[in-house]
């Protein structure tokens, strides 16, 4: 009875060892793609009626199903995207990422695939008209964005309140604890068509290029994404999935 146990213990402690790679990952399946979000961004990705939607979502699968593959979605806070991706715990991070130096010295980044940029969201009845009128006053941000590093080198009277989820940002300014928030452009006019009281103020702040996050270690995955982009450009689904999120004008 006891060597039975001990042949049980020693057989799970080998499942366990075989199933785990260095770094923590899981052992990875034949024909899948591990690829991790944050989806707390509409309308680049969000949740609706319980099911992972948004313009992130339909790219990501379009692209895996050109690349011949499957995706495996992984559901994080922004955060610990980069880090996550690192530490081998999915393959790849989309969710409107911006392409920056700082993130480039630890992950590599697929062509560009969408345009964006930051914007300040305000309420409709706010007299601030320009980023600099928010000299003095309560920002909101979402942790690990470029927003929080922008406000930080570029307009430091400002006072940033940093949130962990998108959505506190938007609450925050609805309810007056907050006098702006600084977002990606895409998720701030989302905001201001789907709920009344919000509006974008004119100047954009920054033009970005949005991303596919990859590690620096697999220069075939960042050439697979590539390619994949350039084969749903050229068959038009490319073209169908910005329609179908932005209009027929944002590209």
């Not at 990501?60 to 979605?73: I, P, Q, S």
């Not at 130096?101 to 969408?114: A, C, L, N, Q």
């Not at 452009?185 to 068509?193: E, V």
């Not at 004119?202 to 949005?210: F, M, N, V």
Request: charged share 25%; with cysteine.
């Amino acid at each position: 009875m006891k060597l039975q146990r001990l042949f049980s213990v020693a057989c799970i402690a080998l499942a366990t060892t075989l199933a785990v790679l260095p770094g923590g990952a899981s052992a990875q399946t034949p024909g899948v793609l591990r690829v991790a979000t944050d989806a707390t961004f509409p309308p680049m990705e969000f949740t609706e009626n319980g099911a992972r939607t948004g313009f992130d979502v339909d790219m990501m699968n379009a692209l895996v199903k050109a690349m011949g593959k499957r995706v495996e979605w992984t559901d994080i806070d922004f955060k610990g995207l980069i880090p996550g991706l690192i530490a081998h715990r999915f393959d790849a991070a989309i969710s409107g990422i911006y392409i920056t130096d700082e993130r480039s010295k630890v992950v590599d980044f697929t062509e560009p695939y969408f345009a964006g940029g930051l914007v300040a969201l305000v309420k409709s009845s706010s007299t601030i008209k320009t980023v600099t009128d928010l000299n003095g006053k309560k920002v909101s941000v979402q942790v690990g964005t470029k927003s929080v590093n922008f406000l930080r080198d570029n307009f430091p009277q400002i006072t940033r309140v940093e949130v962990e989820k998108n959505q506190e940002m938007f609450d925050l300014v609805g309810i007056g604890r907050a006098d702006a928030a600084v977002t990606g452009k895409p998720a701030a006019l989302q905001l201001a068509k789907t709920r009344t009281g919000f509006r974008v103020l004119d100047k954009q702040l920054t033009t970005e290029a949005y991303g596919i996050a990859v590690r620096k270690d697999e220069p075939e995955l960042k050439a697979a994404f590539n390619a994949a982009l350039a084969k749903i450009k050229a068959d038009g689904t490319y073209a169908a999935i910005v329609h179908k999120w932005f209009g027929a004008s944002a590209q």
